[in-house]
């Protein structure tokens, strides 16, 4: 989970980066990335991931300049 999370962050910092070298505000960048993580069998495990990885993404989000409304993760 771990692994994951911390994947989908960087991957998701890349994508941020390549949309604002394109001229995009950090906001609009944001508002374009989804993402995709896995869930399985273990309920508590799940959640406590989504949330860290919600949680993460926002502190991204603002430390590069962004809005609240765009530090929302769209999962």
């Known amino acids: 989970a771990v692994q994951e999370v911390s994947y989908a962050w960087a991957e998701g910092l890349r994508i941020l980066r390549e949309f604002c070298a394109e001229g995009?505000?950090?906001d609009q960048a944001?508002?374009?990335i989804r993402f995709t993580?896995?869930?399985g069998?273990?309920?508590?495990?799940?959640?406590?991931k989504l949330r860290a990885a919600?949680?993460?993404w926002a502190r991204i989000i603002t430390a590069s300049g962004g809005s609240k409304e765009a530090a929302k993760m769209i999962i």
């Open 24 to 26: 995009a505000s950090v």
């Open 30 to 32: 944001a508002a374009r």
């Open 37 to 39: 993580l896995a869930a």
């Open 41 to 48: 069998g273990e309920f508590f495990v799940i959640m406590a």
């Open 54 to 56: 919600r949680f993460g």
